[in-house]
């Protein structure tokens, strides 16, 4: 592993750079998600289920972790994962020193710390705190077991927010204060990103504009975060879904389910990942005429309920 401090010109990309660490993480960033998935044969990658690490005491640990096997399609292994959560480093509540180990105990396979990047370092990262984060990464990060990520979500509050992971360094509002020099940075350090709670913000990425050299680099449209999906957020201002309008400006991103935790309960509060509409019930967001309610979820990222 080396290592690397500096900044750059500017001053505003700052970082440790963990390189062996960093390109070991990338494979399984190529699949962002939620849930992500790995075709593999069975018991290649992974075991069926997933050592569960000595935690808190308060806490009963799964005995088994989450079910490996995919139903849908023989010889595919699911991964479990939530690549978005926050501690006192941002906005969050929670000790950085305790995250990760938590996550792992609630029995994920890749946990990320994604702490903001806004202007100043003012409810969001300093260069000291992105360099610590690197290291609470690299000491939880166990091969084969349990993959920890370093990454941080840059924030503005009209155009959106973006996670960013696999970088060395990072950046923030007064170095990257639009999507298009967002989208160049990202591009020249090869990391890869999620639009985040697409529609909260009401420019929503300036509708999704895109930026043909930063297609393979956005990987993610998170559409469900903690209780809330975003299928249709931001319907009354745009006259489209997110997902549509995503996929329709040349993006191709997967779809993703996180926690976005900020307090201190790391891998154990409920993130949704499926929703299943009742179409006997209101539907709450604005939409299209007819569409079904989605307030009733009943699948979580929370490995043991997705047990079979």
Same mark, same amino acid.
């Given at each position: 592993?080396?290592?690397? +401090? ?13 390189? +062996? ?20 044969? !069975? ?20 005995? *088994?972790?989450?079910?490996?096997? *995919? /139903? =849908?399609? /023989?010889?595919?292994? =699911? ?22 180990? *938590?996550?792992? &105990? ?6 990320? %710390?994604?702490?903001?990047?806004? =202007? ?35 924030? +503005? !509050?009209?155009?959106? +927010? ?10 923030? %509002? ?15 350090? &090869? ?11 009401? /420019? ?24 809330? &999906?975003?299928?249709? &957020? ?6 489209? *879904? !997110? ?62 309920? =997705? /047990?079979?």
């Amino acid at each position: 592993m080396t290592h690397h +401090h500096g900044h750059d010109g500017a001053g505003h990309h700052h970082g440790t750079d963990h390189t +062996h660490s960093e390109l070991g993480r990338r494979a399984v960033l190529a699949g962002a998600g939620g849930l992500l998935m790995l075709a593999a044969a !069975p018991g290649s990658a992974y075991a069926n289920t997933t050592p569960i690490a000595a935690g808190s005491p308060a806490r009963i640990a799964p005995k *088994s972790g989450a079910a490996r096997a *995919s /139903q =849908l399609t /023989q010889g595919t292994l =699911l991964v479990h994962a939530d690549l978005h959560n926050h501690t006192l480093m941002s906005d969050g509540d929670g000790n950085p020193d305790l995250a990760f180990q *938590s996550m792992r &105990d609630a029995g994920l396979d890749v946990a990320a %710390l994604t702490d903001h990047a806004t =202007l100043f370092g003012i409810s969001g990262l300093s260069k000291s705190e992105w360099d610590r984060t690197g290291v609470l990464a690299g000491a939880a990060d166990d091969p084969g077991d349990y993959t920890a990520i370093r990454g941080f979500e840059w924030s +503005h !509050p009209t155009l959106g +927010h973006v996670n960013v992971w696999g970088t060395a360094n990072f950046t923030d %509002l007064l170095a990257s204060g639009s999507m298009s020099n967002l989208y160049n940075w990202i591009n020249g350090v &090869d990391g890869v990103g999620s639009f985040n709670h697409p529609g909260r913000e009401v /420019q929503r990425f300036n509708n999704f504009s895109l930026s043909s050299a930063a297609v393979d680099n956005m990987v993610a449209l998170e559409m469900f975060n903690r209780g809330d &999906d975003y299928l249709f &957020d931001g319907w009354a201002d745009h006259g489209s *879904s !997110p997902l549509t309008a995503c996929l329709n400006a040349g993006w191709r991103t997967g779809l993703t389910g996180v926690s976005d935790e900020h307090g201190t309960n790391w891998g154990w509060t409920e993130g949704v990942v499926l929703r299943v509409s009742d179409p006997a019930q209101a539907n709450p967001s604005p939409g299209p005429a007819g569409h079904p309610c989605n307030d009733w979820g009943v699948a979580y990222a929370s490995p043991w309920w =997705l /047990q079979p």
